[in-house]
């Protein structure tokens, strides 16, 4: 192993374990002096995982198999996403692939899994999140499968390490196909991340609530479980946007180097959407991710026009 | 060859078997043999897939009786095999052995000899004569099973769709006869006339017996009648068949297509994909939900083939063979899953009774095993790693995805479209199997019936329980089958088995890596979580009391979608208020999603037909002489016609 690959292997394992809570701390952080308050530090998310991985765990009654595994299974696919996105071009292999369908795979058992458990404690909120959350799924789904695809017809593969390399430099950006899958992978991000005007992460109208909404009646290291997994969401994410749908450098080693500075920029993007835009109507989210969805697809026509 | 000898004695084994089952006293052993012949069907199918061998006649296209065995068939014939003999190991636990399901058990004998039948047929004659009788049989099933009006109705519909229709596998088979194009691709050339017709009747007549949109109307009307094991079988099997008919004339016999027909077989998929899932999040029993899953997953199968033909005539082989492994990947995936799920239901109905979702609930408590399997099932359908379904989606996005990756501006549009369909299709599945796993299996039982269900017995649960092993053995390991499906396309060479997906020049599954890790670390943290519960809590929802009345239900859950897709779906809702001196006595509430293709496709043109059909009636007098001169009528025309030289 040359010294990129085990240094790209250590950030991204690193980073998509104990950093990820960091990035959502920046985002309270940020939007919180945004708005004028002088809201929690940044490491906040950390000091609520330990509150609750110290406490016992509360089973409904009634509740299976089915509601005790869910936040574990949860977890292990965001885990394994994880091993998946490489933070630069020189990432070896961790045994589960590279491959970016694989990814789109993953995360929907993550949102299955919870999903799915929502039925076992019949709470209404619960069944509500779990319903809208797949609803938008189908519109967020097909937006990231095509933005993604047209990362992969500019770098000819669907391998990540390869479409990292692929997009690096500035001739990838010559044509606007990747800069319009870079819009639609934006509106991907704020979905995936549960944030406005899609879902409003801070809530607490059990009403408004997407994300939340599955996660009202677990407790102790169940919940820690799900926001460590909500968090390595934004990891994930944030990182295929910075070394894929955003301009980056070709050298591995310039490529962890600027992934800091592109990361704590993006939370910060992110921090000053949802204070500038409210909530949409929740039916309205879907067309907002169609759009997405046709933005990409312009995408892959103007890489046709430009191949052809 | 020996894997010939294993279907001919799985065959026999089957017949002797059928014949056993009309007997009361060999009522189970006549099961049992027509499962052990179903097994030595699947090892000999699968034996010639992977040796890629023929045995017996090779095709040809004069009317004598041929049979013979070669990869392609063998393919389908493992999954004829595998499916078959799950569910007769479940039909020896849920059939009694009365008069009715004696006859029963002998039909389902025939109805998997007369598809083993069409699968090797390799003469024209008997391809048609298999292939009617595989439309009839199903039919007499579901006759003998129920005679009330409804399945009568049902039945009626079936056999006039499938046969209307199936006059264009006719159509097909006879042109290719007529032309001595059967299994010789050189004969009919590339863009030529004949050769559009025959793939246009090719695709109108086995597309609506694989239950192709906008052909697919009778689909949801017969599989969720018939008994569970036949259901099986049919969803399982019989609409594949009709995908190994596709795949024989539009891959195998007609050589490379125009571009466009590969378009509008990628449409096809499109709309039986999108269409199919959301017709069936909208149904609110489970037999006939599961029933437009199947529309849905050919509809995934049809978007492999189409890949596969546009490829094609790109000339792109290697990728087009790709697609077609996908297809059929795809193919056996979707029979083990489907017959999986109609197997559970059947347990369910057993049961329980009634399959209405929203008067069901906290099934896996009471039966464990039916209700762990089905739950595999349900994953597997809706495409979630590391299950079989998973695998195949992946093979075939990624096949859809090469389609604009070798250029065209008008075919690659066609495929990010196609591409960005099946995204979509896999997570409606998700939304409509985490419905149906919730309704069925979690939370609490919503009737009394439900909350004394009982496990079924040894042999209903073995054959589910098998049919879920086989979903992850695919899951972890589809690069087993891929392998050897690759060599499938008349064009390419089978490539290396591996345990992931290896395709060339892309990314890779891996797909037991993937398994492992997610086994490996959901394990982990689950023991992670610790030991230390808290005591159980009734539910909290934020303090809400949690009143039964309330329950979340099927209707409920896919609300926001059909608020969403309002435009497109029109569904209806009628809200009828009884009020009595200003008090509300009743309030009495009515909504329903109309299937659109039924109401505006189908209906105008019965309408139209049945008015015909009254005019036509006052030419039937019922006097002989009125019909001897219609006949002296004809002649005179027919002659005129010929002396006008019209008739050439």
């Known amino acids: 192993m040359t010294g990129a690959e085990a240094a790209s292997t250590a950030v991204q394992l690193v980073g998509g374990i104990a950093l990820a809570p960091l990035l959502v701390g920046l985002v309270q952080h940020w939007k919180a002096r945004l708005q004028g308050r002088r809201g929690p530090t940044p490491f906040q998310p950390y000091r609520e995982l330990r509150r609750l991985w110290g406490k016992s765990t509360v089973d409904v009654a009634g509740a299976g198999v089915v509601y005790r595994l869910a936040p574990s299974v949860t977890a292990a696919s965001v885990a394994v996403a994880v091993l998946l996105v490489p933070v630069a071009s020189a990432a070896p292999d961790l045994g589960v692939g590279r491959d970016a369908l694989v990814l789109a795979g993953v995360l929907a058992l993550a949102r299955f899994a919870v999903a799915i458990a929502a039925w076992e404690v019949a709470n209404g909120f619960a069944l509500m999140g779990a319903s809208r959350d797949l609803t938008i799924a189908v519109f967020v789904e097909a937006a990231l499968v095509l933005a993604l695809a047209v990362a992969a017809l500019v770098s000819g593969t669907t391998d990540l390490v390869l479409m990292v390399a692929g997009t690096a430099g500035t001739e990838a950006w010559a044509d606007p196909a990747l800069a319009l899958a870079a819009v639609a992978f934006a509106l991907v991000v704020v979905a995936e991340t549960g944030r406005q005007p899609v879902d409003n992460p801070d809530t607490h109208l059990e009403l408004t609530m997407i994300h939340e909404g599955p996660l009202l009646e677990y407790a102790g290291r169940d919940l820690a479980l799900l926001q460590w997994a909500a968090a390595a969401r934004h990891w994930l994410v944030l990182v295929l946007a910075a070394q894929v749908f955003l301009p980056h450098p070709t050298d591995p080693w310039l490529q962890l180097a600027v992934l800091p500075v592109v990361l704590v920029a993006l939370c910060g993007a992110l921090a000053v959407t949802e204070t500038l835009v409210a909530k949409m109507r929740i039916l309205l989210a879907p067309r907002l991710l169609g759009v997405a969805a046709l933005l990409a697809l312009l995408g892959v026509v103007v890489w046709l026009v430009e191949a052809a | ?648």
């Open chain 2, 1 to 648: 060859m020996s894997f010939a000898a294993s279907v001919l004695v799985g065959g026999a084994a089957v017949g002797t078997g059928g014949l056993l089952t009309l007997l009361r006293r060999t009522f189970v052993a006549g099961l049992t043999v027509q499962a052990v012949g179903c097994a030595l069907l699947a090892v000999g199918g699968i034996w010639a897939l992977v040796a890629d061998e023929t045995a017996g006649n090779a095709f040809t296209s004069a009317f004598d009786l041929r049979i013979g065995i070669d990869g392609l068939s063998g393919l389908f014939l493992g999954i004829l095999g595998a499916v078959g003999v799950a569910a007769l190991v479940f039909a020896t636990g849920y059939l009694e052995p009365s008069a009715k399901g004696r006859t029963i058990g002998a039909l389902t004998g025939l109805f998997v000899l007369v598809q083993a039948l069409v699968l090797v047929a390799r003469d024209p004659l008997t391809f048609l004569v298999a292939w009617e009788a595989m439309t009839l049989v199903p039919a007499a099933v579901i006759l003998v099973s129920r005679a009330d009006e409804p399945a009568r109705r049902s039945v009626f519909y079936y056999v006039a769709l499938t046969h209307l229709a199936g006059a264009g596998t006719w159509v097909a088979i006879l042109l290719l006869a007529r032309e001595g194009a059967i299994g010789d691709p050189s004969v009919i050339s590339t863009g030529s006339g004949l050769q559009v017709a025959i793939a246009l009747a090719a695709l109108v007549g086995m597309g609506a017996k694989a239950g192709v949109m906008p052909l697919h109307v009778w689909l949801p009307l017969a599989h969720p009648i018939a008994p569970a094991h036949v259901s099986a079988l049919m969803s399982g099997v019989m609409i594949k068949i009709a995908i190994y008919g596709l795949v024989r004339v539009l891959v195998d016999w007609l050589g490379v297509l125009p571009e466009w027909l590969g378009l509008l077989v990628l449409a096809l998929g499109v709309l039986s994909s999108v269409a199919g899932v959301v017709y069936a999040l909208f149904q609110h029993e489970l037999k006939r939900l599961l029933a437009f899953h199947s529309i849905e997953n050919i509809g995934i199968i049809v978007l492999g083939l189409g890949a596969c033909l546009v490829l094609r005539a790109r000339g792109e082989d290697e990728w087009a063979a790709l697609a077609l492994a996908a297809a059929l990947l795809h193919t056996v995936n979707h029979a083990l899953f489907k017959s999986l799920l109609f197997l559970g239901a059947g347990s369910f109905e057993k049961a329980v009774g009634s399959l209405e979702l929203d008067r069901l609930g906290g099934l896996v408590r009471r039966m464990p095993w039916t209700g762990a399997a089905f739950l595999v099932g349900a994953a597997a359908i809706a495409g979630l790693p590391p299950l079989n379904g998973f695998a195949s989606e992946w093979a075939t996005l990624q096949s859809l995805l090469h389609v604009p990756a070798f250029g065209g501006v008008g075919a690659g549009i066609a495929g990010a479209l196609a591409l960005a369909a099946l995204a979509a299709t896999a997570a409606l599945a998700a939304l409509c199997f985490v419905k149906v796993a919730g309704l069925t299996l979690l939370g609490p039982a919503r009737r009394e019936a439900v909350s004394h269900a009982e496990e079924r017995a040894a042999p209903m649960v073995s054959g589910i329980v098998a049919l879920a092993g086989m979903c992850v053995v695919l899951g972890v390991a589809p690069g087993l089958l891929l392998g050897s499906l690759v060599g499938l396309a008349p064009w390419s060479d089978a490539a290396p088995t591996t345990v992931g997906l290896d395709l060339p020049g892309t990314g890779v599954l891996r797909s037991g890596g993937i398994a492992l890790a997610l086994v490996a670390f959901a394990g982990a943290l689950f023991l992670l979580r610790g030991r230390r519960v808290a005591a159980p809590v009734p539910t909290w929802a934020c303090g809400q009391l949690v009143e039964r009345p309330l329950d979340w239900t099927s209707a409920g859950f896919t609300k926001p979608l059909r608020l969403v897709l309002e435009d497109v779906l029109r569904p209806e809702r009628e809200i009828v208020v009884r009020a009595e001196g200003g008090v509300v006595q009743e309030v009495s509430y009515e909504g329903r999603v109309p299937h659109l293709f039924e109401e505006r496709l189908y209906r105008p043109v019965t309408a139209l037909a049945m008015e015909g059909a009254h005019h036509a009636r006052r030419m039937q007098s019922g006097r002989l002489g009125t019909y001897v001169a219609y006949l002296l009528a004809l002649v005179l025309v027919v002659l005129a016609a010929a002396k006008l030289g019209i008739l050439g």
